[in-house]
């Protein structure tokens, strides 16, 4: 059964970091591709960032580049979102999900998903 459980969310101070973590059982992580996404409220869920193939190539959404950094442990079958110089907007439900292909799956293309952890971003 494809389960995803994220951690790791919190309230941090503008400025601040926070690492969330996906970890993922049912299925090998480095076989197919995980995407972070996150929602906030009112707005649509929106793709931060994804991780795909055994030499884990990376993207990321142009409001996130610089700043946050998706990594991959697949002896603990799990994917991190290392979030860094945290603003006010990046305040979500973050969710990873995955749609068990190797390609990076949309929003709409993913199958599995996460309960989300919410971040919150605010002094």
């Known amino acids: 059964q494809v389960q995803l459980v994220e951690s790791g969310g919190g309230l941090v101070q503008p400025g601040g970091s926070l690492r969330l973590s996906c970890a993922a059982s049912g299925f090998t992580l480095d076989y197919y591709a995980i995407g972070w996404f996150r929602q906030a409220p009112g707005k649509e869920r929106e793709g931060v960032s994804c991780i795909r193939g055994r030499f884990t190539i990376t993207s990321y959404a142009d409001s996130v580049k610089g700043r946050f950094t998706i990594s991959r442990d697949n002896a603990k079958n799990t994917v991190y979102l290392q979030m860094n110089s945290l603003k006010p907007e990046d305040t979500a439900v973050y969710y990873c999900?995955?749609?068990?292909?190797?390609?990076?799956?949309?929003?709409?293309?993913?199958?599995?998903w996460g309960q989300g952890t919410q971040v919150t971003v605010s002094s």
């Open positions: 999900a995955t749609s068990l292909r190797s390609s990076c799956p949309t929003a709409y293309e993913a199958d599995y």
